[in-house]
Every structure is written in C-alpha cells, then in structure tokens.
C-alpha cells in the first residue's frame, strides 16, 4: 500500500497545532517544513479555511526571521488574523443586541 505524504503546507498546518512536542522540537520541524519550500498563498488560505489563522499566526510570527519565513506571508498572515478578530467582534457585538432584545421581550436565552 501506497502511503500518501500530507503537502508541506498541511503539514506546517499540523505542526504548528501540535500541543505535545517540546517548543524546540517544534522549532526544528517548523525550519525543516520551511527549508524544503512551500507555498506561503496556498498556507494562509489552508489556515484561514480552517479557523487556524490565529493559531498560526502565533506560532510562526514571533520567530519568523529565525525560521525564514518571508514577510509577505507574516504580514498576510496578521492581516487575516486581524479581519477575523473584527469579524469576531461585530459578531458579538450583535449577540449582545439580539441577547438585549430578547430580555426586553421577556425571554430566556442562553
């Protein structure tokens, strides 16, 4: 049986969620996904597909130089982040409306 290989992409995706590995382990898979290449687009669309901008973001941003990421990708990386975290806020921000409406009409929400 053929064993398929996740893309560099996903695998960075998958790395950079990994709560198990010790922080210099993860450092180190971190600068081998990135030394073989990948497609920094098709990663920040993969992560913001999944709801792992932030996550990513984190993971990537603080040594970024060290690991050679590009800035372009750091940069559009804190741009996605920042438009879901105001996306996030709106949201809420019309929870709050909606949650006021209904204890004025006298209902329970959770």
């Known amino acids: 049986m053929r064993r398929i290989s996740p893309s560099a992409e996903a695998e ?5 969620i990994d709560v198990a ?4 382990e993860k450092t180190a898979r971190i600068r081998q ?8 687009n098709s990663l920040v ?17 603080g040594e970024a130089g060290a690991l050679g990421i590009p ?3 750091v940069a559009a990386l804190r741009l ?6 105001a996306y996030a806020d709106r949201s809420i921000s019309q929870l709050a409306v909606l949650m006021n409406d209904f ?3 006298g209902v329970a929400a959770l």
Not at 21 to 24: E, I, K, L
Not at 33 to 39: A, D, K, Q, T
């Open 12 to 16: 960075l995706l998958l790395t950079s």
């Open 21 to 24: 590995s010790q922080p210099a």
């Open 33 to 40: 996904i990135v030394g073989r290449g990948l497609n920094w």
């Open 45 to 61: 669309r993969r992560a913001s597909a999944h709801r792992l901008v932030g996550l990513l973001s984190r993971t990537l941003e």
């Open 71 to 73: 800035l372009e990708a």
């Open 80 to 85: 996605h982040r920042l438009s879901h975290a």
């Open 103 to 105: 204890h004025r009409a």
